[in-house]
C-alpha cells in the first residue's frame, strides 16, 4: 500500500497589520538550521551587551529605526527601514527602537540556537516551542 508524504513546505504571511501592530517576538515557520523572528519595539530592544556564541544571525529593518552598538557600547551604527545587520556568532551587541516609528525586524537565525552569554554568563533561550507565540503556516492539499 502507497503511503502519501505531505510536503514539508511551510507557506505562511509574515507581515501583515495583526503582526504589525503587535510588540515581542512572533516566530515564523523554519526548521532546525534557519528559522525567522518578527522582533517588534515600540520601545526598547535588547538592552544588554551579550553575544550568541553557536548562532550566526541576520537583522532585517522593516520598519522604524534602530540603534546598534557593537563589541562595546561607544561603537554604533543606525541601522534604518531596508538596512539588513549581519552578526556572526560571538558577535557582542545590543540595540534599541530609535525612531519615531515602531522598530519592526526580522531576524534570520536558528530555530534552537539562540542561547546567549551576557556578562560572562550563559543564559538559554527563552524561545522555546512552549512559550513562543508562532505565526501558523496555511494548511496545503498536497
Known amino acids: ?5 505531505k510536503t514539508a513546505v511551510k507557506v505562511f504571511t509574515f507581515l501583515d497589520d ?7 517576538d512572533i516566530i515564523l515557520p523554519g526548521g532546525e538550521q534557519l528559522s525567522g523572528v518578527v522582533k517588534r519595539y515600540a520601545v526598547g530592544g535588547e538592552n544588554r551587551m551579550h553575544t550568541h556564541p553557536t548562532e550566526d544571525h541576520t ?5 522604524g529605526q534602530g540603534t546598534f552598538h557593537f563589541e562595546k557600547d561607544e561603537n554604533v551604527v543606525v541601522a534604518k ?4 545587520i549581519f552578526l556572526p556568532k560571538g558577535a557582542g ?17 536558528t530555530q534552537t ?3 546567549r552569554i551576557i556578562e560572562g554568563r550563559l ?17 496545503l492539499p498536497f
Open 81 to 84: 527601514q531596508y538596512d539588513a
Open 113 to 115: 540556537g539562540s542561547d
Open 59 to 63: 537583522f532585517y529593518i522593516l520598519q
Open 93 to 109: 551587541y545590543w540595540f534599541e527602537s530609535s525612531g519615531e516609528e515602531k522598530l519592526i525586524i526580522l531576524r534570520t537565525g
Open 123 to 139: 543564559v538559554h533561550s527563552q524561545r522555546t516551542p512552549e512559550t513562543g507565540v508562532y505565526v501558523q503556516p496555511r494548511e
Open 18 to 24: 495583526d503582526i504589525r501592530a503587535g510588540t515581542g
Open 1 to 5: 500500500m502507497a503511503t502519501e508524504n
